[in-house]
């Protein structure tokens, strides 16, 4: 799906122009063009990214296919960036799916493209739809916005991971299985793909706050370096949930090794109380003794209940001198 809008001071809003119509309206001076790509065929794009925008081949062969990294390449007269949106889905393995987003950025256009259906621009869009003021700062404002949007989508992801930290937690205490285990896992990949994703965004950001662009206006940049400081802010809390992940799988071993030191405990103090007894029954047992001897005694009634009182005696005995030893 292609769709557009056009925001001129004259005509006002229009959308949904004709592809025919971008180059001439490309080279009016007073108002500016919004396109955005949605899940559409790359062979169907790159012909309207090349001859009626104009770009390079190299920044639209990188459009087209979705596997960058965030970054920023100026190619003088426009912008190329590459940002990543997030959404949080505990079904999909790694928790956290990433949704690339390619933006072109020129002095009267603003170009996104995206394989997905991204919540952020579905927002800012109705916004300029219902608000011109989002047109009357210029492309670099919206592209200000939409940057703010994607960051703010951020935060929600960020708490929900927290939380599911924070459950792993209390599970690891009540009742720890491997399963729980490889839930840890997942949440630490899952951090680990956020803090790969928020590092590159932030230098993104830094550098359309800091560095001097042609086709960004000096008054845009103070926003920009206000979406600068939400990321590294974001990027903090992604390190201290990093921490936790790794505190909750530090907390899981140890509470499984001090279960089985626990088990180790109770069947050594069990094999300590049968000792005496096999000892006992195996002195007993062997046949040392000739079998004409008279040793009518040792099978009588007085050397059973003797035997049987050592038997019970004995484990009683174990467990008071275990006790004393405070291994218990």
Not at 45 to 55: A, R, V
Not at 118 to 132: F, G, H, P
Not at 159 to 169: P, T
């Amino acid at each position: 799906m292609i769709r557009s809008l056009y925001y001129s001071p004259d005509t006002g809003i229009q959308t949904d122009l004709k592809v025919a119509e971008f180059a001439h309206i490309l080279k009016g001076e007073k108002g500016f063009l919004w396109v955005d790509f949605e899940a559409t065929a790359p062979d169907s794009d790159e012909p309207i990214l090349h001859e009626n925008f104009g770009f390079h081949p190299l920044a639209i062969d990188d459009a087209l296919q979705e596997s960058h990294v965030p970054k920023l390449d100026d190619w003088y007269h426009y912008l190329y960036i590459v940002l990543h949106a997030v959404v949080f889905d505990p079904e999909t393995e790694n928790f956290v799916d990433t949704l690339e987003l390619d933006i072109f950025l020129g002095e009267n256009y603003i170009v996104t493209h995206h394989d997905q259906n991204i919540s952020a621009i579905e927002r800012v869009w109705n916004s300029c739809l219902k608000d011109d003021r989002f047109w009357k700062n210029g492309p670099d404002y919206l592209l200000y916005r939409i940057t703010d949007e994607i960051v703010a989508s951020y935060i929600p992801v960020v708490e929900a991971l927290d939380e599911e930290i924070d459950q792993a937690e209390e599970q690891v205490f009540i009742k720890p299985t491997e399963q729980m285990l490889g839930h840890i896992f997942q949440l630490k990949r899952a951090v680990l793909h956020l803090r790969r994703v928020i590092g590159p965004q932030r230098e993104v950001l830094n550098k359309l706050a800091r560095d001097d662009y042609e086709v960004i206006d000096a008054p845009v940049k103070v926003y920009f370096r206000d979406v600068y400081d939400h990321l590294v802010r974001l990027y903090d809390m992604v390190e201290s949930i990093r921490d936790l992940v790794s505190g909750t799988l530090d907390t899981y071993l140890s509470v499984i090794n001090n279960r089985m030191n626990d088990i180790m405990k109770t069947l050594t103090i069990i094999t300590t109380f049968f000792m005496p007894l096999s000892f006992i029954t195996g002195f007993f047992g062997m046949n040392f003794f000739q079998p004409v001897a008279p040793l009518h005694h040792w099978t009588g009634v007085l050397a059973f209940v003797i035997t049987m009182v050592i038997f019970i005696l004995s484990p009683i005995g174990m467990i008071f001198w275990i006790r004393k030893k405070g291994w218990v």
